[in-house]
């Protein structure tokens, strides 16, 4: 066996240690935190057995590679690229000839349970696999408006600083954002309530901030122009998902025009289907959910049946837990609601709010925050991908429910947080 190199074949070796040598260098200069944050932009890289030096430098040529190291005794290779390229990049190495396994680096976390001592009657995020998805992603890095009555800071749970300055659109001035109905409060708990800080409940996506945008007033109302206005700021501050746990059964021209602003600003819009069937009758979807760019939520009670209040029809995309407070299906002593952090209606004011506590509500809005906070997890996991990616990727792992295949009242299933994380 001949084991001298050309010339060509040394630099390419050169090359590869040499930038092998920089990375090290630079990893042990770094903190864990640094190397956290850097899983994002890498890149996971594993040759072919038979794929010899040179052709490994050729190929990390090839993809604009910034730096380079070598794993364990070289059994792979993490790379990082540019980062408007590195989708790109990872769809080309998947198919290489050379390439044995390419796919993006994460984060992996110790298997848990958070410490809030309320969890274990949230039996809406077992029904929903979400602590598989926490293994995965926990929303950092993703912005979520939360269009309702506003959120309240001033819970004993709370935000943290996850809460950013909002905008409160039927006054029309960035002030006076904070909830005083006690809706949207619960609504942004189910989304991103602090977690694992040994305090009542949990969140879905803890990590990810919020972005409260008042819409309805203290009565729960608010008017199509100040909904409309409240898209439009949201996608202008940076908002990456809206949820709007609110509707109407009218469809509107104007709300419209704001709801395609939003998905050609590649924001993502979740909306609750309405609340106003019955046992009798089943009511149409509301708008906005019923528009095209927006993904549509019914909901479930405990035993993954449509709730009996959940409105239907052919826009409806994902069911998720909306609950039932009057009954009590697996006997804990508690009503089948969804339990959040909130204070009482109509209890709140401009330096804070009575009447805080844990209550259990049911609805749509309940069932558009689980959507809303799987969504972001989705997100965090994958920054560039559209709405449409999003969306298709809930849809596509959700449970089947009742009639097969996508139905009126329940879209394409029961909301997945597990499986959707990793398709």
């Known amino acids: 066996m001949n084991h001298c190199l050309g010339l060509a074949e040394y630099r390419s070796v050169v090359f590869l240690c040499v930038s092998v040598l920089l990375f090290a260098g630079q990893v042990c200069g770094a903190d864990e935190e ?10 996971l890289l594993q040759f072919k057995p038979q794929v010899g030096v040179s052709a490994r430098s050729a190929v990390l040529r090839s993809c604009n590679v910034q730096k380079v190291r070598a794993a364990y005794r070289h059994r792979f290779f993490i790379i990082t690229v540019p980062e408007k390229i590195r989708l790109r990049v990872l769809q080309r190495l998947t198919v290489h000839p050379d390439v044995a396994c390419a796919e993006p680096n994460s984060i992996v976390r110790a298997c848990g349970v958070p410490d809030d001592p309320l969890y274990e009657r949230q039996w809406h995020f077992a029904m929903i696999n979400l602590e ?3 293994h995965f992603s926990t929303g950092a890095g993703v912005v979520i408006a939360v ?10 749970d709370g935000f943290g600083v996850r809460l950013l300055e909002g905008y409160n659109a039927l006054l029309g001035i960035p002030a006076r954002w904070h ?3 006690g809706h949207g409060t619960h609504v942004a708990g189910t989304i991103a309530q602090e977690t694992g800080n040994q305090k009542g409940v949990a969140g879905i996506a803890y990590q990810a901030q919020i972005l409260p945008v008042k819409v309805l007033g203290r009565v729960g109302y ?6 409309a206005e409240g898209i439009y700021w949201a996608v202008d501050h940076g908002a990456d998902i809206i949820n709007m746990s609110l509707g109407e059964p009218d469809r509107s021209e104007v709300l419209s025009a704001a709801v395609a602003y939003a998905a050609a600003h590649g924001g993502l819009m979740v909306a609750a289907a309405g609340n106003d069937s019955s046992a009798e009758e089943v009511a149409p979807v509301y708008y906005p959910a019923a528009f095209e760019h927006v993904l549509a939520v019914a909901a479930v009670d405990m035993v993954g049946n449509r709730a009996w209040y959940s409105n239907a029809g052919p826009e409806i995309d994902i069911a998720a837990p909306g609950g039932d407070t009057g009954v009590d299906n697996n006997g804990d002593g508690y009503p089948d609601g969804v339990l959040q952090e909130t204070f009482e209606p109509m209890l ?23 959507v809303t906070g799987v969504a972001a997890l989705l997100k965090a996991l994958h920054p560039a991908w559209s709405p449409d990616d999003v969306a298709e990727a809930l849809n596509h792992t959700a449970i ?24």
């Open 34 to 43: 640094e190397v956290l944050d850097r899983a994002s932009r890498e890149i």
């Open 179 to 181: 909830d005083s109905n």
């Open 348 to 370: 709140g004011f401009a330096f804070g709010a009575f009447g805080w506590g844990y209550r259990y509500l049911q609805g749509t809005s309940m069932a558009a925050a689980h």
């Open 132 to 134: 598989t998805a926490w």
């Open 400 to 423: 089947d429910l009742g009639t097969a295949g996508k139905d009126d009242a329940t879209g394409w299933g029961l909301l997945n947080a597990g499986a959707a994380v990793t398709y």
């Open 147 to 156: 269009v309702d009555t506003g959120v309240n800071p001033w819970g004993r």
């Open 222 to 227: 608010g008017t199509r122009a100040s909904v």
